[in-house]
């Protein structure tokens, strides 16, 4: 069973940058076929998604936040980060990190999620 | 981005009762639709994909339908479990994007 945890600071100061890791257990992300992602949820409010890495490095950002994102593997370690700068209030969300299964056509959609971090924007 | 739009944003319903869940996309997706399920505090869960296929380990209470730019989710027997917000979310093009959710609350 895959399974998924995000770790790292849940208070950031507004213009600093948000970093978050994700640390996957029970699969290996450098074993292929899937895409890792990491989505966001305003409180109280729907899902948005950020971006994924392959095991490979390639990345896909929305296009909404990707002068801001970065998102990295370490295969060594098993997992993938978040890096979101210049961070406002705006940004504060309960962010995801997410495996993203292929189907034949090479679309994904999302079969394992962890548990979910708050992060919160505030001086 | 394709836009996607649920409808109800909430319904109140009795366990035992039948309970569908519309979702519209603002161009086809063919049929790459996933839905999701929410509980309070806790990461969504995937119950369907490919508009109708229903994820491992989920109850077939569970059902999903539709083609182009029109899809249902539909609980066939609404149980106390069931009780949650559901997502549905298209992975036909980058960006990904979800609906703004349902919230399915007991009457």
């Known amino acids: 069973q895959v399974q998924l945890q995000e770790s790292g600071p849940g208070l950031v100061k507004p213009s600093q940058t948000l970093s978050l890791t994700c640390t996957v257990s029970?699969?290996?992300?450098?074993?292929?076929?899937?895409?890792w992602s990491w989505i966001r949820q305003h409180p109280g409010k729907g899902l948005e998604w950020i971006g994924y890495?392959?095991?490979?490095?390639?990345?896909y950002y929305n296009p909404s936040l990707k002068s801001r994102v970065t998102i990295s593997v370490d295969t060594s370690k098993n997992q993938f980060s978040l890096k979101l700068s210049s961070v406002t209030a705006a940004d504060t969300a309960v962010y995801y990190c997410?495996?993203?299964?292929?189907?034949?056509?090479?679309?994904?959609?999302?079969?394992?999620w962890g548990q979910g971090t708050l992060v919160t924007v505030s001086s | 981005d394709i836009q996607m739009t649920q409808s109800p944003s909430s319904l109140s319903a009795s366990v035992g009762d039948r309970v569908t869940i519309t979702c519209r996309a603002s161009?086809?997706?063919?049929?790459?639709l996933a839905w999701y399920q929410q509980k309070p505090g806790k990461a969504p869960k995937l119950l369907l994909y490919?508009?109708?296929r229903l994820e491992s380990g989920v109850p077939s209470r569970f059902s999903g339908s539709g083609s182009g730019t029109d899809y249902t989710l539909t609980i066939s027997s609404l149980q106390p479990e069931d009780f949650a917000t559901y997502y549905c979310?298209?992975?036909?093009?980058?960006?990904?994007?979800f609906g703004q959710g349902t919230k399915v609350e007991i009457k």
């Open positions: 890495i392959y095991y490979s490095g390639s990345t």
């Open positions: 161009q086809g997706i063919s049929n790459s």
């Open positions: 029970g699969g290996s992300i450098s074993s292929g076929g899937y895409y």
């Open positions: 997410a495996r993203d299964a292929v189907e034949d056509g090479g679309n994904s959609y999302f079969d394992y």
């Open positions: 979310q298209q992975y036909y093009s980058t960006p990904k994007t």
């Open positions: 490919a508009a109708s």
